[in-house]
């Protein structure tokens, strides 16, 4: 298991920026990825981005692509949000999620892919 813990969330106009961290403790050496996905009220969660641990290849929905970007400090087994550009349509709460024993046979996409999910953190963007 790996606990996730999120931090950064708040309160921004259109147009400002955010950066999201989530911590990771626990069976962090057999973690092979760690992405970002988002829900909004009503709505079903959704990929976001996501990073592979070891190589750092990257994948971003389509949605996000040239505003956010995913990174990671490995030995603070720690991952990053930068948002920018945010949108009122960005707004949700934010998941970190962990993939510890799924293939990369399964997409970095896929929710599946994860095994451990964080508490969640809320982004709101006011327009």
């Known amino acids: 298991q790996v606990l996730l813990v999120e931090s950064g969330g708040g309160l921004v106009q259109a147009g400002g920026s955010l950066r999201l961290s989530c911590a990771a403790s626990g069976r962090t050496f057999s973690m092979n990825r760690m992405g970002w996905f988002r829900q909004a009220p009503g709505k079903e969660r959704e990929f976001v981005a996501g990073?592979?641990?070891?190589?750092?290849?990257?994948y971003y929905a389509d949605s996000v692509k040239g505003r956010f970007t995913i990174s990671r400090d490995n030995a603070k087994n720690t991952v990053y949000l930068q948002m920018n550009s945010l949108k009122p349509e960005d707004t949700a709460v934010y998941y970190c999620a962990a993939g510890i024993t799924s293939p990369f046979t399964i997409s970095t996409m896929n929710p599946h892919a994860y095994d451990n999910w964080g508490q969640g953190t809320q982004v709101t963007v006011s327009s």
């Open positions: 990073i592979r641990w070891i190589g750092g290849s990257t």
